[in-house]
């Protein structure tokens, strides 16, 4: 049989440690978000996962805990599997709670920690073998290609999503420019909207045979140095300035060679079948927007676990639910920003699923407190998307209550 190409483990450990560390202060980011769901009297659910509650805060720093330690074990190298099987159930448990929760790199650090589940993360070097300087350890190179394809992955996905009418005006970019009274603020936007769709499109190919280059260390530094301190999105930059590191090993191979060693690596047959499965469904769900109804940007269908980021800026100009009951020939205004938290408010103004998920709510209370079936639910809203004019999200007279919500293609009550 066909040996694997077997390299020296370093670089993939450095990624390693660094990662399980840079997890812990987003553990602890995540968790009082998680706490303050018992402020809320409603959990915007992620589909066929209402089973995912914050049943307690026992639970929660319970799970908050495990996550931290296992990110702990995964960074120290000793028993890594089981640390990022640890971090992997118990961070992705805390960030499927609630929909408001969603971000891009919370899930990337999932995609992450499963990897190390499956792949020969054991072999790394451990802080054990530093201790007994053995650091000579090798590793097959297919370890460090998962990890090279994810990340590129992520980086031209976010680059396809750029491309549309408001990025390439330097939208939203140009708000924030302007909002923070930068110097030249639309030449600025129009810059860095620029600078960001050509960094995501070119360097996931780059990186494979040119990450030594100086036209490649300056623009990929800067780049996340600068969305570092710009931007407020955690440990992400951060995260992949390290991720550089696998780049370095990988360039150093024939690209042809290092996906032969994918199926020689992976000896063992549900481990590399899981893997084909797991980059088959990252290549083609992110492009589901392929297939959906224009204004993606606005209705937010297709939006979520596909890279989509930094894209929109939503401002809510008026936006208010209007609950009618007929058989009593009353209606009245709901000031929701009182049933649910601040962090689910600012998610509830743009996103329709969101919008819908209220407005079952608002039925189920009301038919409830007033003893009566037939009950509507009316969403007046007026919403700004990046430099456009406002208009309505939902159209404001349609019982949204009444209305089934469609993931994959139109809905009835939204403005198209």
Same mark, same amino acid.
Not at 154 to 163: D, E, P
Not at 254 to 257: F, G
């Given at each position: 049989m066909k040996q694997s190409i077997e390299v020296s483990a370093i =670089? /993939? %450990?450095i990624f390693r440690c660094f990662f399980g560390l840079l997890m812990l202060p987003q553990v602890f980011n995540l968790a009082p978000h998680v706490h303050d769901l018992s402020e809320s009297t409603f959990v915007f659910h992620y589909p066929n996962l209402a089973f995912i509650e914050a049943y307690s805060h026992e639970l929660i720093y319970t799970l908050t805990y495990l996550a931290a330690f296992g990110a702990i074990l995964l960074a120290s190298g000793v028993f890594p599997k089981i640390g990022a099987f640890l971090f992997f159930i118990s961070f992705g448990y805390l960030f499927l709670i609630d929909m408001s929760f969603y971000n891009n790199h919370y899930y990337l650090w999932c995609l992450i920690s499963f990897l190390y589940i499956i792949i020969d993360t054991n072999k790394s070097i451990s802080i054990i073998d530093l201790i007994k300087k053995n650091t000579n350890k090798t590793i097959s190179i297919g370890n460090y290609l998962v990890f090279g394809l994810l990340f590129s992955i992520? $980086? /031209? $996905?976010?680059?396809? @999503? &750029?491309?549309n009418s408001d990025w390439l005006q330097g939208y939203p970019m140009r708000l924030l420019t302007t909002n923070r009274a930068y110097p030249f603020p639309d030449i600025l936007g129009i810059f860095m909207s620029y600078f960001g769709l050509f960094f995501d499109l070119l360097i996931p190919f780059i990186l494979w045979y040119k990450p030594k280059s100086i036209f490649v260390v300056i623009p990929y530094f800067? *780049?996340?140095l600068s969305n570092y301190f710009i931007f407020n999105i955690g440990? *992400?930059?951060l995260v992949m300035i390290v991720a550089w590191a696998i780049y370095l090993?990988? $360039?150093k191979y =024939?690209? &042809? %060679?290092i996906f032969k060693d994918f199926g020689i690596i992976f000896q063992n047959k549900i481990n590399r079948y899981i893997l084909i499965l797991f980059f088959i469904v990252q290549m083609l769900f992110p492009l589901r927007f392929l297939f959906m109804l224009d204004g993606l940007a606005w209705h937010r269908q297709g939006h979520y676990f596909a890279w989509r980021m930094m894209l929109h800026n939503h401002e809510p100009e008026y936006f208010q639910f209007l609950v009618e009951l007929p058989d009593l020939k009353d209606k009245y205004f709901v000031d929701f920003s009182q049933l649910i938290t601040y962090r689910q408010l600012m998610n509830t103004y743009n996103d329709s699923y969101f919008i819908w998920q209220l407005a079952q709510k608002l039925k189920k209370d009301a038919q409830k407190k007033y003893k009566t079936e037939k009950v509507f639910v009316y969403c007046l809203s007026n919403i700004t998307l990046n430099q456009h004019k @406002?208009? @309505?999200l939902i159209k404001p007279n349609v019982n949204i209550a009444n209305e089934p919500y469609y993931f994959y293609k139109k809905n009835n009550f939204i403005n198209y």
């Open positions: =670089n /993939f %450990s992520v $980086y /031209f $996905y976010g680059g396809i @999503a &750029k491309i800067t *780049f996340h440990e *992400f930059p090993t990988i $360039y =024939n690209i &042809k %060679s @406002a208009r @309505a």
